[in-house]
């Protein structure tokens, strides 16, 4: 019996997953290898670092500790970081850097961490917080795909302030994990360059890449170059065998805030593309991959229902959230879930 183009893609893709599956890359540092919920409790000048966010990322100093059965406290210097977040007509709170003025012991569960990015609730309403449980869904998926990707681990936060100890929030958010830790976990190292070309990017990462990009519904990203006089890459970390490595680069996206799938009450299209909002489908892969991204359509159509369990998993998401996520997602399934579909609906709309 012949196999068609679509079943061979399929059984292709399944032998490269067998290679990007997490048993050929190294176990996470201690904080990302759980998906248990963390309880966090973080003393700083809030009210400083707040007052200041939108033109300081001063670091400011703080203490972090672990609530529960095994406690334990750090010193830790905290600074607002991000760029439209900080802008208060959006967020009322930032999100946090964190860094360690000491290495924690062996035996803490931030052994190994020096610095890390933490997504905060933006604003305190609680409907705030289902954007970043959103968001942080959204880091799974790719996780579920292929450990070339940023693990995060969610936490509820009591946020206390230095000044008068009092609490000024509790809610959820999560710890991302640094890229020069995935890099090391997965055999690589993570790339310091102004920006990179087309041709030096793997093709197979980069069709998946861009594919989970179109699945979530996020514009907002430059894959290997560049914008506006930023260095590279926009939401974008590049891994790459060696630190003078100039070809089999691997674009690993991150921040997803502006994507279609979290939706957040600021975020708006890129300039120069003609879509009603982001939750509108608009493919912006390259033409130089399309054959990998036949091929990658096909093992996330397969694996599809991994993906949506992946929705599942998110704790404290909505019923309605989740429902609309899941519908979400099951368009993109639709749309790849024929050649004749992904060559008119992404291919034909390729990049040179």
């Known amino acids: 019996m012949a196999i068609s183009r679509f079943r061979l893609s399929a059984i292709l893709s399944a032998c490269l997953a067998v290679l990007l599956s997490p048993a050929f890359a190294k176990e996470a540092k201690p904080l ?6 963390l309880q966090i409790r973080v003393e700083a000048p809030f009210s400083a670092i707040t007052k200041k966010s939108e033109r300081s990322t001063d670091p400011h100093p703080a203490k972090i500790s672990v609530v529960g059965a095994s406690p334990e406290e750090h010193a830790i210097d905290l600074s607002a970081r991000g760029n439209s977040r900080r802008d208060k007509n959006l967020c009322t709170f930032p999100p946090l850097r964190v860094a360690f003025t000491e290495k924690p012991e062996d035996a803490s569960l931030f052994d190994g961490q020096k610095r890390l990015k933490l997504v905060t609730h933006c ?6 917080q289902q954007y970043y449980l959103l968001e942080y ?7 579920q795909l292929t450990p ?22 509790i809610r959820l958010g999560f710890f991302i994990e640094d890229a020069d830790d995935a890099a ?11 920006d990179a070309k087309l041709s030096q990017i793997n093709v197979e990462a980069g069709a998946r890449y861009t594919l989970f990009q179109y699945m979530i519904g996020n514009l907002d990203w430059s ?14 970390k590049l891994f790459g065998g060696s630190k003078e490595a100039t070809s089999d680069i691997t674009p690993i996206p991150y921040d997803f805030d502006y994507s279609g799938l979290v939706d957040t009450p600021y975020s708006v299209p890129p300039e120069g593309i003609s879509v009603r909002s982001v939750r509108q489908r608009y493919y912006r892969g ?18 599809r229902q991994a993906l949506l369990d992946v929705i599942g998993k998110t704790p404290d998401l909505s019923k309605k959230n989740r429902d609309r996520t899941v519908g979400y997602l099951g368009n993109f399934f639709e749309l790849i879930a024929s ?9 034909s709309k390729c990049r040179e």
């Open 223 to 236: 894959m290997h170059d560049a914008v506006a006089g930023n260095d590279c890459c926009h939401n974008t």
């Open 123 to 128: 604003r305190t309403s609680k409907t705030y």
């Open 286 to 303: 390259f033409c130089a991959h399309n054959d990998a991204v036949r091929k990658e359509a096909a093992r996330l159509f397969e694996n």
């Open 339 to 347: 050649d004749e579909n992904i060559e008119k609906r992404l291919l």
């Open 137 to 143: 869904t959204a880091y799974k998926l790719l996780n």
């Open 32 to 37: 990302f290898q759980s998906d248990e919920v």
């Open 148 to 169: 070339l990707s940023l693990k995060v681990r969610l936490a509820e936060i009591e946020y206390v302030d230095a000044k008068n100890g009092k609490t000024i929030a």
């Open 184 to 194: 090391k976990r997965n055999g690589m190292k993570e790339l310091d360059v102004a």
